[in-house]
């Protein structure tokens, strides 16, 4: 069966400070990955998708970057966090359209301080 | 526009009672719709999604859904709901021709009162 892992589950970090989360995935090959955050109290917003190695697509301009190194590899990072990155951050893995469920990571909730 | 309204940001049922949450949506292609259920501080689970055919969709953990095309509704509803179904519920709709992605909803909290 497909798994999702995140890490790190909780992360705290000063304002101007690097950032990487990484997101893999077990069990499926060549799913489409996205990340979402999750402010406190309101919906998900799309971050980024990939349907491929090195394929990134964005959604939201923002300091945030995505990379996919390998196939079941999704990393988000950013050079220099802003107070308004903090939130809950959820990496899903889906199939090839827009009709395929999403199947979410536990998440990493970042605050940055 | 592609847009997805939850109405109702929380709701407080009893333990017991019946639950109905809305979602209605607007979205020009035929909808795929699911409804996510989200435990405080997890990721998202999929509760169900409707494709085609009938539109009283099942689920787990007793959920149900009722896609109205003529309403452009897709209401969650439990006959009776137990303390453990206090989270947030999202309701998502995407197409074929979607690129890959779902439109969602803001969410709504669902409180429990014993």
């Known amino acids: 069966s497909q798994t999702i892992h995140q890490w790190p589950a909780t992360l705290v970090q000063p304002v101007g400070s690097p950032l990487s989360l990484e997101c893999t995935v077990e069990?499926?090959?060549?799913?489409?990955l996205y990340w979402y955050r999750q402010a406190a109290g309101r919906g998900l917003q799309l971050l980024f998708y990939?349907?491929?190695?090195?394929?990134i697509s964005s959604e939201v301009p923002q300091n945030l970057s995505a990379s996919r190194p390998q196939d079941r590899q999704f990393i988000l990072s950013s050079k220099k966090l802003l107070l308004s990155d903090s939130g809950f951050y959820l990496c899903?893995?889906?199939?090839?359209?827009?009709?395929?469920?999403?199947?979410f990571g536990p998440g990493t909730r970042l605050t940055v301080l | 526009a592609q847009s997805v309204t939850q109405p109702d940001i929380h709701i407080t049922v009893s333990e017991g009672a019946s639950l109905e949450l809305r979602c209605n949506y607007s979205?020009?292609?035929?909808?795929?719709l699911f409804w996510y259920v989200q435990s405080p501080g997890q990721g998202l689970q999929l509760l169900l999604k409707?494709?085609?055919?009938d539109t009283l969709v099942q689920g787990i953990k007793g959920f149900e859904a009722e896609f109205k095309r003529s309403q452009s509704s897709f209401n969650l509803r439990k006959p009776s709901v137990h303390w453990s179904d206090a989270a947030e519920y999202f309701c998502?709709?995407?197409?074929?021709?979607?690129?890959?992605?779902?439109?969602w909803g803001a969410g709504t909290k669902l409180i429990i009162k014993p």
């Open positions: 069990g499926t090959s060549n799913p489409n």
């Open positions: 979205y020009g292609a035929t909808p795929y």
């Open positions: 998502a709709v995407g197409a074929a021709d979607s690129n890959y992605q779902l439109i």
């Open positions: 990939s349907v491929g190695i090195g394929q």
């Open positions: 899903a893995w889906g199939g090839v359209t827009g009709t395929d469920t999403q199947y």
């Open positions: 409707y494709f085609s055919g």
